[in-house]
């Protein structure tokens, strides 16, 4: 009996958690011994209570509030790898599974040695479009890169290999993890910390790989409103002072830095990535300028 621990950090979001769980309670769980992890980072909304009342098979992990992604699922993993598995999945719980995913990514990773296996993510109000999957590293245009308007008949029937994984779903032999720790939760505690765990994990000889047919459905992404709209001092204090913010410059660096495929090619990335940002503040603040002129 192979067994896998399926680790889920969550924060206030109580049904979407619930609705994951209740998607996990239908997989294919045939030859696998499967326990599920949530680590509940101070959520207020009652989602621990809620989670023990229809799910009282889950093993909750309980925080403070401070974990976000990195710790959270550090916190799962640590839980985790007490109960010894073979293969432990790191996972989002705004999430839907398709009821073989988990047999698939096993099998995949059984197949191929020291391989890192992600799901094929897809988004739950366009299910045929694939989310988040095979970022590329382009230094001329600024870094990681994901592909554009490719759909679940474009990514052939076998595995693939990849230059990083997105983390909404990622299965990690256990081998992985104890050759090379966990997430760098102080460097990366909001976002980045999965692509530089698993560079981490490629620059010491561990293959990257998404299963085509290990299906996830995701919630679309919710982005932070443009900096052209924020106004200035706003602005000013996400580029420099604001490290929870994505577009912080300081975190947009150390995010490169990290997970570049060599160093060298960190800083010219970086400085691409200002170069067009100036350029498209610039084309904004213009554009408004002209319309504000065109009101007068």
Not at 15 to 26: D, I, P, V
Not at 139 to 161: C, H, I
Not at 254 to 262: I, K, L, M, N, T
Request: net charge positive; charged share 20%.
């Amino acid at each position: 009996m192979i067994k896998a621990a399926l680790v889920i950090p969550v924060h206030n979001r109580r049904e979407t958690t619930l609705q994951a769980l209740r998607s996990l309670a239908r997989i294919d769980r045939t030859g696998l011994e499967v326990r599920i992890f949530v680590v509940d980072d101070g959520s207020t909304d009652g989602t621990s209570a809620a989670v023990r009342k229809d799910f009282p098979e889950v093993e909750l992990v309980s925080g403070d509030g401070s974990l976000h992604y990195a710790a959270g699922t550090n916190r799962g993993i640590q839980a985790a790898l007490d109960w010894e598995p073979d293969f432990i999945v790191a996972m989002n719980d705004d999430s839907i599974f398709h009821d073989q995913f988990l047999q698939r990514l096993v099998a995949t990773a059984k197949a191929n040695h020291r391989s890192v296996v992600g799901a094929l993510l897809l988004l739950w109000n366009e299910p045929h479009k694939v989310f988040q999957v095979a970022p590329q590293w382009k230094t001329l245009s600024g870094g990681w890169q994901m592909p554009q308007n490719m759909t679940a008949f474009d990514t052939g029937e076998t595995p693939f290999a990849v230059e990083c994984i997105v983390g909404n779903c990622v299965l990690y032999p256990v081998e992985a993890i104890r050759e090379n720790g966990l997430m760098d939760e102080y460097r990366f505690p909001h976002g980045w910390g999965d692509a530089q765990y698993l560079m981490r994990m490629r620059k010491n000889g561990w293959k990257l790989l998404v299963d085509p047919k290990a299906l996830v459905w995701c919630e679309p992404n919710t982005n932070p409103p443009g900096l052209h709209s924020v106004g200035m001092a706003a602005a000013f204090k996400v580029l420099f002072t604001d490290r929870r913010h994505p577009m912080n410059l300081h975190r947009q660096f150390v995010a490169r830095w990290e997970s570049a495929p060599s160093k060298l090619l960190a800083f010219p990335a970086f400085a691409i990535y200002c170069l067009r940002l100036l350029r498209k503040i610039a084309i904004y603040s213009l554009a408004a300028r002209q319309g504000s002129t065109r009101q007068e």
